[in-house]
């Protein structure tokens, strides 16, 4: 089953403003408690768009019928739990702004990270990515900004990875990949293999693949077939599980640099 806020908020990012596809997206994610009482021409209608562009939609996600688009819409508000959480115990300082009291939850939080994950799995990774001649990044959304800045700093430091934030395109890629790739993921809140997966906690892949989840809130069965998993274990708080799972990729990248010039080594 798709997640459905992470399908259409991945539409209005990659389609044009005008498009229909973009319009009817946008109203779907604006006016999710009005769906359970249109009618498809008054969705179309809401839209600006034709009764045909709404069907052609709908299947286009995969969905036989608007009705059954409109099923799961009531289904994604329901289950809807994986925004950021502003945790109880954040510094809140009455004699402080606010940015200063977020800051210093940060800095609270990057001292917990430091305590909570291994650095040898850090230093583990980064040897990796010598060891496998494919390498392949995944994330979305928050999660692929992450992915992105990672493959990003990892070519500075010197090594080319391939970076997937798309998720039509991540079932395929991960079915077709050679023996012996190295897969990293990146997913905050840990719904990642339920996207891209036939089913929960099973991942598909070629023999001598190796796949390494970096998570702040995992939730998949133990038995799922990912070989190393790295918790931040600091949860979806805002000051903490995306900037997390950076921090922890940043020092891969560090680590990587390191084990190609030793001479910077402390």
Known sequence: MINLGTTLLGIINTTSYHSTNHQIATYVLENLERLDYLSEPEMARACSVSKSSINRFCKELGYESFARFQADVLRFRRRNNFKYVLGADDVRNPDSTLLHNYCASVARNAGLLAANVDDAALEQVARDLDRYDEVMVIGEMQSGDVAYAFQHNLFEAGRVVTANVYAKE?????????????????????????????????????????????????????????????????????????????????????????????????
Request: proline fraction near 5%; aromatic fraction near 8%; charged fraction near 20%.
């Open 170 to 266: 991540q079932r395929e890629l991960l079915g077709r990949l050679g023996p012996g790739a190295l897969v990293i993921v990146f997913s905050l809140f840990g719904h990642f293999f339920r996207r891209v997966c036939e089913e929960p906690g099973q991942l598909s892949r070629s023999e001598g693949t190796k796949v390494c989840w970096i998570t702040s809130c995992p939730t998949m069965a133990p038995d799922m077939e990912v070989d190393l998993v790295i918790d931040c274990g600091l949860g979806k708080n805002l000051a903490a599980g995306n900037l997390a799972m950076e921090m922890v990729a940043n020092a891969i990248v560090m680590h990587y640099w390191r084990l190609h010039h030793p001479e910077t080594s402390a």
